[in-house]
T-cell receptor, first 110, second 114 residues
Framework: TQLLEQSPQFLSIQEGENLTVYCNSSSVFSSLQWYRQEPGEGPVLLVTVVTGGEVKKLKRLTFQFGDARKDSSLHITAAQPGDTGLYLCAVSGSARQLTFGSGTQLTVLP | ETGVTQSPTHLIKTRGQQVTLRCSSQSGHNTVSWYQQALGQGPQFIFQYYREEENGRGNFPPRFSGLQFPNYSSELNVNALELDDSALYLC?????????????FGPGTRLTVL
């Protein structure tokens, strides 16, 4: 059983559409991170959410941490082809190692 | 400021061989973590080195080993390669301070085992 379940696994949308991807767990976390990974590159940190119910915005991206700190969502408004990539959520362990979900592969078509 | 670099970019080996992957950490960083990313999956933690000592290990067999050098660069060694070792190997560096630290990833080494 995966510690972090991400859905959907794949998402293909047209430019200009809105979308939401999810990261769920049965465990409670002190913080959760979202990364984007593009082909041929390593993951790049987008945001860290810490407080239950917290909402953070990064341009057209809106991140929310669940009230119980067990889940998180990423909403993209007016998606662009440059948003294409693998979106990963991750939590940090006792040795500061990251545990990742399996990711959502997003394709935004022009 | 130079980011995290990894070499080689791609590598093809046959089953049973040994491989060494290299990582240069970002300037000022003292911690290096290695991850394995299979196709279509998220990265999985292999181990972490802090000031030249192994500081945590994931669920990987002993044939996965590593080193960190005084300049904080690092190597990942895999012995007796198996087909399932085919993956993208990612290195991430960070500067340990306080409660949390941000990990910066390199572009990875794509290993194919035939």
């Amino acid at each position: 059983t995966q510690l972090l379940e991400q859905s959907p696994q794949f998402l293909s949308i047209q430019e200009g559409e809105n979308l939401t991807v999810y990261c769920n767990s049965s465990s409670v976390f002190s913080s959760l991170q979202w990364y984007r990974q593009e082909p041929g590159e390593g993951p790049v940190l987008l945001v860290t959410v810490v407080t239950g119910g917290e909402v953070k915005k990064l341009k057209r991206l809106t991140f929310q941490f669940g009230d119980a700190r067990k889940d998180s969502s990423l909403h993209i408004t007016a998606a662009q082809p440059g948003d294409t990539g693998l979106y990963l959520c991750a939590v940090s362990g006792s040795a500061r190692q990251l545990t990742f979900g399996s990711g959502t592969q997003l394709t935004v078509l022009p | 400021e130079t980011g995290v670099t990894q070499s080689p970019t791609h590598l093809i080996k046959t089953r049973g061989q040994q491989v060494t992957l290299r990582c240069s950490s970002q300037s000022g960083h003292n911690t290096v973590s290695w991850y394995q990313q299979a196709l279509g999956q998220g990265p999985q933690f292999i181990f972490q080195y802090y000031r030249e000592e192994e500081n945590g290990r994931g669920n990987f067999p002993p044939r996965f080993s590593g080193l960190q050098f005084p300049n904080y660069s690092s190597e990942l060694n895999v012995n007796a390669l198996e087909l399932d070792d085919s993956a993208l190997y990612l290195c991430a560096s960070s500067h340990r301070q306080g409660v949390t630290d941000t990990q910066y990833f390199g572009p990875g080494t794509r290993l194919t085992v035939l």
